[in-house]
């Protein structure tokens, strides 16, 4: 989990109202591992970001890339609906978002992709429905609230990423590869090549940092260290061979990178409370 303005980010997605009301504005310059986007619902916001200041009218989106420096203030009555999501995560849903870290690294340096949409930009039935939605489904426990969420944030990156694309940025997946790593791309690579034989020193090296820097600024922008990251993640896959297929625990945890089968147990029960085979058989019931 991420610090975010004094919460925490549980979820691969959230959404928060900020307003002054709420005592979630104004917010000082800040930054963060996950991207943000802001929808203004009522009256006006500004933000500073790259040390320009940007006027957000009622029903502009603005979009806040991962590690940008900002800080958010409000209008009287303002209100802004914050999404926040995980980059990183999104790319394991499917081919569409596989390179969409890489992607919006590109885009935020590059002059055809805009932070600010004016009102009328992207549909604004699109915009308030996915926004609203997020919102909505943020407070719930109804079951798929998180599919939902998670469909929304989907539906609005595709949005903003044709507009940028109508404007000249070019999506092209084989122009967002890279043939090496930086810090804030590393949980990409390693939830690409979780299977494999990672250490945190090589990862340093491939970030061009030595170890205790390295180690030093994941915790920084992820919340957690690099090792702590590797095992959630492995840990995650574990679950969906453990409740999607019939392979044992020989198999899983050869294919996800574990020394031998009491490692796996070892790693997963650290961080689910029970053992692999006690998982498997209540998720089972």
């Not at 002054?20 to 800040?30: D, F, G, N, S």
């Not at 081919?95 to 935020?108: G, I, N, Q």
Request: some cysteine; proline content about 2%; aromatic content about 10%.
């Amino acid at each position: 989990m991420t610090e975010r303005g004094g919460t925490k980010l549980s979820y691969p997605a959230e959404a928060h109202v900020l307003s002054a009301e709420a005592r979630t504005l104004p917010q000082k310059q800040h930054s963060h591992y996950y991207c943000e986007m802001l929808y203004v619902t009522k009256g006006t916001a500004s933000v500073i970001s790259g040390g320009v200041k940007h006027i957000l009218a009622k029903g502009s989106i603005f979009f806040i890339h991962s590690a940008a420096e900002h800080s958010i203030t409000s209008g009287l009555g303002a209100k802004v609906i914050s999404v926040c999501f995980d980059p990183v995560y999104f790319s394991q849903q499917g081919v569409a978002f596989s390179e969409l870290p890489h992607l919006l690294k590109r885009a935020s340096s590059s002059i055809c992709a805009q932070e600010l949409f004016p009102p009328g930009t992207v549909s604004e039935s699109i915009a308030e429905h996915c926004f609203n939605d997020c919102l909505a489904e943020s407070g719930s426990t109804d079951y798929g609230y998180d599919i939902a969420v998670n469909s929304c944030v989907s539906r609005l990156l595709v949005e903003l990423i044709r507009v940028w694309e109508k404007n000249g940025f070019n999506t092209d997946a084989e122009n967002s590869k890279k043939s090496d790593i930086d810090i804030n791309s590393v949980t990409a690579y390693i939830v690409k090549h979780c299977d494999e034989q990672l250490r945190v020193e090589e990862l340093a090296a491939r970030c061009g940092m030595s170890y205790s820097y390295f180690a030093k600024k994941f915790g920084e922008l992820y919340g957690q260290t690099c090792k702590e990251f590797i095992e959630r993640t492995r840990i995650e896959k574990a679950e969906k061979l453990l409740l999607f297929t019939d392979h044992d625990l020989s198999f899983i945890s050869q294919e996800l990178g574990f020394s031998d089968c009491s490692h796996l147990i070892k790693v997963f029960k650290k961080h689910k409370g029970v053992t692999p085979r006690q998982f498997r058989i209540r998720k089972g019931q």
